[in-house]
């Protein structure tokens, strides 16, 4: 039984919508799409009883709904949180030093800068470098908006990563379905966003994610992204497959290779 395909439109970039729809048209593969209501994270048009495998493809929101659908797989959203990265990936993992605390409790950077990203892959806030001032900003104006619900997600009470500041030379994306790498692509040079096609991959990148997969899995399906550095290669964090930009992927494996992971685990 082949898996159909619910996409929330207006989110992709063009050029992502374009090709992944083209795709799945190609290949007559099922699919609808949806518009997800924001906050209330309702899909319009509901959509009909679907007695097959459902793969979804949009916001976190929208991944969220497909367990709240009892679609299956729908969307694969286990431990996607540092704590339980660290714990089976330790140094392979870029901020493998990082101090983890909440919003509230961490009152700035005292020793020059430092990264700050959330610790779960929830999007509530863009990881992004802090100096004092920048943190005290940012924390007072999430208290400001805490438990108004017309605002971000983002609480107080929500758990970040406090990293020092690496040098990055290159990022890439992984996309790791079954146990195996099945496409990547190239989304930064230095501090430059550049997409490169999977052709363009150096194989040492594909040959660490497929390592770290080896290691250990969080999920099925799952986004890996790579960084280069003075280090060696590292892991700069992982993302739920279902809400992660496509950047220059070849769209026909990854759209294969999910398709047929989920008819075969229905």
């Known amino acids: 039984m082949t898996a159909h395909w619910i996409l929330q439109g207006n989110l992709f970039s063009e050029e992502s919508w374009t090709t992944l729809v083209s795709t799945l048209e190609r290949l007559n593969f099922s699919y609808s799409v949806h518009r997800c209501i924001p906050f209330v994270g309702t899909l319009e048009p509901e959509p009909p009883l679907i007695d097959a495998p459902v793969i979804v493809m949009g916001s976190y929101t929208m991944a969220r709904q497909a367990h709240a659908h009892g679609w299956r797989p729908g969307a694969w959203l286990d431990n996607l949180d540092f704590y339980t990265q660290r714990e089976h990936w330790g140094d392979l993992m870029l901020n493998a030093d990082a101090e ?16 700050i990203r959330p610790v779960h892959d929830t999007k509530s806030f863009t990881g992004a470098v802090f100096d004092a001032q920048g943190w005290r900003e940012f924390r007072e104006g999430v208290r400001r ?99 992660s930009g496509f950047y220059r992927c070849d769209m026909q494996k990854l759209v294969v290779a999910l398709t047929n992971l989920a008819s075969n685990a229905h």
Not at 105 to 112: D, E, L, Q, R
Not at 197 to 204: E, I, M, R, T
Request: glycine share 6%; charged share 20%.
């Open 100 to 115: 983890c605390t909440t919003i509230d409790a961490f009152t700035g950077p005292t020793k020059g800068p430092r990264f």
């Open 145 to 243: 908006v805490a438990g108004d619900p017309s605002e971000p997600t983002v609480t107080p009470s929500d758990e970040i990563m406090v990293c020092s500041i690496k040098e990055i030379w290159s990022e890439t994306r992984t996309w790791i379905v079954d146990g195996r790498v099945v496409t990547a692509s190239g989304y930064k040079i230095g501090t430059i966003k550049r997409s490169t096609s999977p052709l363009q991959v150096d194989g040492a990148i594909t040959e660490f994610a497929q390592a770290c997969a080896d290691r250990w899995q969080p999920n099925a399906a799952f986004v890996l992204d790579v960084a280069d550095t003075p280090a060696g290669l590292k892991i700069v964090e992982i993302n739920n497959i279902n809400a």
